[in-house]
């Protein structure tokens, strides 16, 4: 399996798989890993190139002792490309990763020929948003893993197999407790955060190619309708989905994206 020195002290794993345009880049969540898209690779493939990537921090890729940001992981996602002579990609990115895919598409825009992010971690509330410092104080604690854990226990609902609550439980407590906090951190409540409204519409609203977003909150999903502005970008909300959606309905995720995208 592929690794790629993206910086200093930096490596990243990803994989590599089929052939075809345009190719895919599948981003993973907060404390998980690419094992994240095995619902997945197979199907897209087919007709794709697919690379999933280990961001760092996570899974298999280095793990700094500082800057485990999503800025930091979209600017090594630039430098990744680069080094793999893949100019363009559709950027796909779960949860963290939309937020990680969306600064790669702002700040990287002739990288990103589309976007697809999945229950993203944006446009949160400040009725949300009032609950973040005592989750951070959680991860800087004595017990961080299990602080996670109750983070991730809003990531699922009754529509969740349990063999996906243990995958993902499982990851969590292998992660290091250093990137769980500064991730989090970085993602709604360090500076220049775009987790929270209005951070997130400011900085989302400078996203040009086309979006497809896929929600699990149809309220949410509304507000981002109104950020878009590529005629070809598509919102939808899959009613009574967790927001683990594209692993607990992967067939209808391939076929959401793959539609989408014939009309691109």
């Known amino acids: 399996m592929p690794y790629e020195e993206v910086g200093e002290g930096v490596r990243l794993f990803y994989t590599d798989d089929g052939q075809g345009t345009p190719p895919l880049l599948l981003v993973h969540g907060w404390g998980t890993d690419s094992h994240q898209w095995s619902w997945h690779i197979d199907a897209l493939a087919a007709t794709h190139r697919v690379l999933a990537v280990d961001l760092r921090g996570h899974g298999y890729s280095s793990v700094p002792e500082t800057g485990n940001t999503p800025r ?4 090594d996602l630039d430098v990744l490309l680069g080094r793999l002579g893949i100019p ?5 990115g779960h949860s963290m990763g939309g937020q990680v895919v969306s600064i790669l598409a702002v700040e990287h825009p002739e990288r990103v020929r589309a976007l697809v992010t999945l229950d993203p971690g944006y446009g949160m509330t ?4 009032r609950g973040f410092p005592r989750m951070i104080e959680g991860l800087r604690g004595e ?7 109750r983070i991730d226990e809003w990531c699922t609902n009754a529509a969740t197999p349990p063999v996906i609550r243990r995958w993902h439980k ?6 290091p407790p250093h990137v769980l906090v500064q991730a989090f951190e970085a993602m709604f409540t360090g500076p220049g955060a775009i987790g929270v409204r209005p951070a997130s519409d400011d900085y989302l609203a400078r996203r040009r190619c086309p979006v497809l977003s896929i929600w699990a909150d149809a309220g ?3 507000w981002e309708a109104g950020l878009l502005k590529d ?4 919102v939808l909300s ?4 967790s927001h683990r959606l594209h692993e607990e309905r992967p067939g209808d995720f391939v076929n959401a994206l793959e539609g989408w995208l014939r009309r691109l």
């Open 238 to 241: 899959w009613e009574g989905a």
């Open 88 to 92: 363009q990609v559709v950027a796909v």
């Open 231 to 234: 005629p070809a970008s598509v």
């Open 220 to 222: 949410r999903a509304g």
């Open 126 to 129: 400040a009725e949300i948003a």
């Open 170 to 175: 499982r990851r969590l407590h292998g992660m």
């Open 143 to 149: 017990r961080p893993h299990e602080a996670a854990e």
């Open 72 to 75: 930091a992981m979209a600017a």
